[in-house]
């Protein structure tokens, strides 16, 4: 029998091109923070119209993750992460050409159809190919392709602007830099495309449709031919054999309730986002602006965060196969609420200058500055991988396409909210009352993880049952 170690490389492969999709979605969920400015000058926006500019995308992403179960279940995970690549060239390219904002909500829409889709798909067929020994670890994948995207995307922006003198000002060929922002997000697309072509179909989905000795030849590149035959017998036994998979898949056969499995998942997603997170990576030009840092000093920040959280997440994938999902969410939930507290605290103090915006001084600014970063790690080790780590392995496989979808819905949803309605709280309430908000709900998703959240640590997605199986 081969041992599992000798094909965990190829595990790996297959697992580092899906995730990609979450690069990507990094990427460009974090190219916006540095283009914010730039685009109300170039589109002349309000307010208003500015937030939507940045909010816009997560509207696709909602449509994109509430969709991407069925796709993939109805036409396979390959398919439809190569539908999600196609979809972000045409985002990226349409977002630089943009020469007003409807324009570019629309291409910005695309694109988070794209990442949506890719939030889900992508850490579905991670879990779906990879052994439950290695599945914590691997699936973590997603996230740590997620903040890299960030990284990468905030290190563009810094080294464009301060290159060119800003995010408005004319760059290459004539164009203006924040359009090469979102170009050069066209470079690790065409290296997700490609990667695409060269990995297999999930066995489950193969299973479910009937390809069963398809599914093992898959199954045995990963494990063993003996290994192979068990493992589809358990799928098979898990999947409503002979009918394909649709949304009443997440009501109860009996009580015609949704499952209870389905909320939790809902939940977590959603608490995901009410943290506050996203404000960072979306808002961090304007957020440390208001502040009272320079463009080019709020940019270098961003930097900065982005590698904290990088390594945060390093620090997830060596830690959430050891200890758990539930001790990392609770640990990093802890954390959030903590440091947010403080910042909610510094900003609620802070004095206002002139133009209106916050003085902080020495002492104030560099704690603000330590708080924000630790909460970052909070989230990094936490709520971000955890989250996409349990959704892609904590639904029975009859159910699992259905569900993904609506906690994808939820997740992108709750983010949109949280994006859109910063602007406001931010002009209302200020930043300390904005913070005030994201470290309450850090409070409940701690008490959350502790009290409802389910372990899945080492169980197999063919263990995960419903209340009734």
């Not at 009352?433 to 502790?450: E, H, K, L, P």
Request: charged share 15%.
């Amino acid at each position: 029998m081969e041992k599992p170690a000798s094909v965990f490389p190829r595990i790996l492969f297959l697992s580092c091109i899906a995730a990609l999709g979450g690069f990507l979605f990094g990427y460009d969920s974090g190219v916006i923070n540095g283009t914010v400015t730039a685009l109300r000058n170039a589109f002349g926006a309000s307010d208003i119209g500015s937030g939507f500019n940045v909010a816009s995308m997560l509207l696709g992403c909602a449509a994109g993750a509430f969709c991407a179960g069925r796709i993939a279940d109805r036409f396979g995970r390959k398919p439809a992460l190569i539908m999600a690549a196609v979809f972000f060239a045409i985002s990226a390219w349409g977002s630089g050409i943009s020469s007003g904002s409807l324009e570019f909500i629309i291409y910005r829409l695309i694109g988070g159809f794209a990442v949506g889709a890719a939030s889900i798909i992508s850490p579905a067929y991670i879990s779906e190919i990879a052994p439950a020994a290695y599945r914590g670890r691997l699936a973590t994948l997603q996230q740590l392709a997620i903040v890299l995207g960030l990284f990468f995307a905030f290190l563009v922006n810094y080294l464009l602007a301060r290159t060119a003198g800003g995010a408005s000002a004319e760059f290459i060929f004539g164009f203006q830099t924040w359009q090469w922002m979102f170009w050069v997000e066209l470079i690790p697309v065409s290296i997700f495309f490609v990667g695409l072509l060269f990995i297999p179909e999930s066995p489950r989905y193969l299973v479910a449709a009937g390809k069963v000795e398809e599914a093992k030849k898959v199954l045995a590149s990963v494990s063993s031919w003996q290994e192979a035959e068990t493992k589809v017998k358990e799928i098979e036994a898990t999947l409503n054999v002979g009918q394909r998979p649709r949304m009443s898949d997440i009501l109860d056969g009996i009580t015609k309730k949704v499952h209870p499995i389905v909320w939790v998942g809902l939940a977590i997603a959603a608490l995901q986002q009410l943290v506050g997170i996203n404000v960072v990576f979306y808002y961090g030009e304007v957020l440390w602006g208001a502040a009272g840092f320079s463009e080019e000093n709020a940019l270098l920040i961003n930097v900065i965060g982005g590698i904290i959280n990088v390594s945060a997440t390093i620090g997830a994938i060596l830690l959430v196969d050891k200890w758990g999902r539930k001790p990392l969410l609770i640990l990093g939930g802890a954390m959030m609420a903590f440091f947010l507290g403080i910042l909610a605290i510094v900003f609620g103090n802070a004095d206002m200058g002139p133009e209106g915006n916050l003085q902080l001084g020495t002492t104030a600014g560099v704690v603000a500055l330590i708080c924000a970063n630790l909460y970052i790690v909070g989230f990094g080790i936490s709520w971000g991988p955890v989250m996409w780590v349990l959704l892609g392995e904590m639904f029975p496989n009859r159910l699992r396409g259905a569900a993904l979808s609506i906690a994808g819905l939820a997740q992108w949803l709750t983010n949109f909210l949280v994006t859109i309605t910063f602007p406001v709280l931010l002009s209302d309430i200020g930043l300390g009352g904005a913070y005030s908000i994201y470290a309450f709900f850090a409070i409940i998703a701690t008490f959350y993880a502790w009290k409802i959240v389910p372990e899945t640590k080492g169980r197999t997605l063919e263990d995960m049952r419903t209340s009734r199986e």
